[in-house]
């Protein structure tokens, strides 16, 4: 009885373990929104002329931001 106890206590614990490290797989509309976000900050940041009176920055940061919560969003979504 000892040994069949010791055996499940170790299979629960690889089992416990599996989930914890397991990772699900990247949302598609989270991961296309990401990219999106990706190219637009690319194109504000190589191709947009700096004419915009410190919006196009603030929209840069904005972005990223979004990015963030995006990222976590996924993770939590996990």
């Known amino acids: ?3 069949i106890m010791k055996s499940a206590l170790l299979i629960s614990a690889f089992f416990f373990m599996g989930i914890s490290t397991a990772q ?3 949302h ?4 296309r ?3 999106q976000i990706d190219h637009s900050i690319f194109i ?8 915009f009176g410190g919006h196009k920055a603030a929209a ?3 972005l990223e931001r979004a990015r ?3 990222m976590i ?3 939590f979504a996990a």
Do not use: F, G, K, S
Request: proline content about 10%; aromatic content about 0%.
């Open 28 to 31: 598609p509309n989270l991961q």
């Open 60 to 62: 840069i940061l904005e």
């Open 68 to 70: 963030q919560q995006l």
């Open 24 to 26: 699900a797989a990247p």
């Open 1 to 3: 009885m000892n040994q």
């Open 44 to 51: 504000l940041r190589h191709e947009a002329p700096d004419v």
């Open 33 to 35: 929104a990401i990219r």
């Open 73 to 75: 969003a996924e993770r």
